[in-house]
């Protein structure tokens, strides 16, 4: 089994671009697996957050809907 990591920043959504060629043949057949970082890791942690304390998703818009009356 032949394993290649590499880290790269998504320019194009449709092309991944390799910095150096993988040691495999042309035409051989491979499996791709992509793994993202998940960028609202932050924003879990603070929905958590505030479940934890009991406080419901109605609890905010009734607070954001008297902040905005004020």
């Known amino acids: ?3 290649y990591k590499e ?3 998504l320019e194009d ?3 991944i671009t390799l910095k ?4 495999l043949k042309k035409g051989q057949k491979i499996e ?4 993202a970082d998940d ?5 879990e942690a603070i929905r ?4 934890a304390q009991g406080i419901s998703e109605t609890d ?10 004020k």
Do not use: F
Not at 39 to 43: A, D, M, P, S, T
Not at 48 to 51: E, K, L, S, V
């Open 7 to 9: 880290i790269i920043t």
């Open 48 to 51: 958590d957050h505030i479940a």
């Open 32 to 35: 791709v697996l992509i793994l």
């Open 20 to 23: 150096r060629p993988l040691a």
């Open 60 to 69: 905010i818009s009734d607070a954001i809907d008297w902040a905005r009356e």
């Open 39 to 43: 960028e609202n890791e932050g924003l």
């Open 1 to 3: 089994m032949y394993a």
């Open 13 to 15: 959504l449709q092309h």
